[in-house]
């Protein structure tokens, strides 16, 4: 554990709302508690419950935001998961997160994004790299290079690259996921790199989200979606056909869907103990991992929710090494490679004023720094 622990690592597949520390939640349960406007003891209860179904991560996630419903929640919750991912040596994050509504809060989709933003900057146990293309860029010291030479070096401080992508909840209307495009774009100058498809599966139809996904592809976003987490095969081609830049999960996949992925050669973002905790998968041996990792299909080893189903990056590969045998290299490699798949985009970012990377460049060239 201790290496996987030290290894670089990429993680392209993290809910804020499903990242929070227990420790956190309780925190805020208590408060809430205290005030008499929860029950905490159920709350406790529901929140240190270790195994759960998919239905019941999902009356979790209520339980969840409704203790994480105002700006200054939003900003802390933001802060610690991104400072968290960074202890474990995670170098590069995709941070995916639903704007949220809420009138009594005064919250606004976009407040919503200015909190988690505000997050980002309240960062202080390591540098956050989250404005892809800013002006201020110009004035910023960077670690990533020295002056006197352009290869990677090791920095003094330690850095975390982090993106986000914003979620369309599959309970949104089209016009609720067209708001979070139009937003996501708005956003794109603060390292908005794309939109996320997720939420209970057992809801909603792709038709309605199909125009908000079009519209973020025509505008340049990159696309990830939730795919085939309940069986559902009408479904799993459309998302297929769709050609989004990344999928998640991809569980109750059939013959024709797997040759219809493996042709495309969509990467995958996979996450082990959720797929085992939600019983998605019945177990490790029979993860899809072995298959798509032998084929040499792209995949990339991710989160899902760390607090929700009480694991790390580091923990995913320690699995892999575990359950399926990986060496160090290989490992390292896996992690490497999804360098490739990550949303940043190729925009290109002035270091110095000798220097210029794109923001995908200066990720491989900080993640090989730190190998
Ligand atoms: P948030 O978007 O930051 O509020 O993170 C929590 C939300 O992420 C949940 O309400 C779901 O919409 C979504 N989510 C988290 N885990 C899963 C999952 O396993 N499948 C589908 N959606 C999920
Ligand atoms: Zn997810």
């Not at 159920?42 to 969840?64: G, M, P, T, W």
């Not at 996501?184 to 997720?198: R, Y």
């Not at 799993?236 to 990344?246: G, K, N």
Request: one cysteine or more; glycine letters at 4%; proline letters at 3%.
């Amino acid at each position: 554990m201790e290496w996987c622990v030290s290894m670089p690592k990429i993680e392209l597949h993290a809910h804020l709302n499903g990242s929070i520390r227990d420790s956190t939640l309780l925190e805020l349960a208590k408060g809430l508690g205290d005030k008499g406007l929860i029950d905490f003891s159920q709350v406790e209860h529901v929140i240190l419950k270790n195994d759960r179904s998919l239905a019941e991560v999902f009356k979790l996630f209520d339980v969840i935001h409704i203790l994480t419903t105002d700006h200054a929640t939003v900003t802390r919750i933001t802060k610690e998961v991104v400072e968290d991912f960074a202890s474990e040596n995670v170098v590069y994050v995709e941070l995916r997160t639903t704007p949220k509504k809420n009138e009594s809060k005064g919250m606004s989709k976009h407040s919503y994004i200015e909190a988690v933003l505000e997050g980002l900057r309240a960062v202080s146990s390591v540098d956050v790299d989250f404005i892809p293309h800013s002006e201020e860029l110009k004035n910023l010291s960077n670690p990533l290079l020295s002056t006197t030479n352009d290869k990677c070096n090791e920095n003094t401080r330690k850095k975390i690259f982090v993106r986000l992508l914003l979620s369309i909840d599959r309970r949104e209307t089209t016009e609720a996921a067209m708001e979070t495009v139009m937003l996501a774009l708005e956003m794109g100058h603060f390292g908005v790199a794309g939109i996320d498809l997720s939420g209970n599966p057992a809801v909603g139809e792709w038709v309605t989200y199909l125009p908000a996904l079009k519209f973020a592809r025509e505008q340049g976003l990159c696309v990830t979606l939730h795919c085939g987490e309940v069986p559902n095969s009408r479904e799993i081609h459309d998302m297929l056909d769709f050609l989004p830049e990344r999928i998640g999960h991809a569980c109750f996949f059939e013959e024709d869907h797997w040759r219809k992925l493996k042709s495309s050669k969509i990467p995958v973002e996979l996450c082990l103990t959720s797929n085992i905790r939600t019983l998605s998968v019945p177990s490790i041996d029979a993860h899809h991992f072995v298959d798509l990792y032998n084929a040499k299909h792209p995949v990339v080893l991710c989160t899902d929710d760390s607090g929700v189903f009480s694991t790390s990056v580091s923990n995913e590969y320690k699995i892999v090494r575990s359950s399926f045998g990986l060496g160090r290299k290989e490992m390292l490699e896996l992690s490497k490679n999804a360098v490739e798949y990550i949303f940043a985009d190729n925009t290109v970012i002035r270091c110095y004023d000798a220097y210029e990377l794109t923001a995908r460049d200066a990720t491989y060239c900080y993640y090989v720094s730190r190998q």
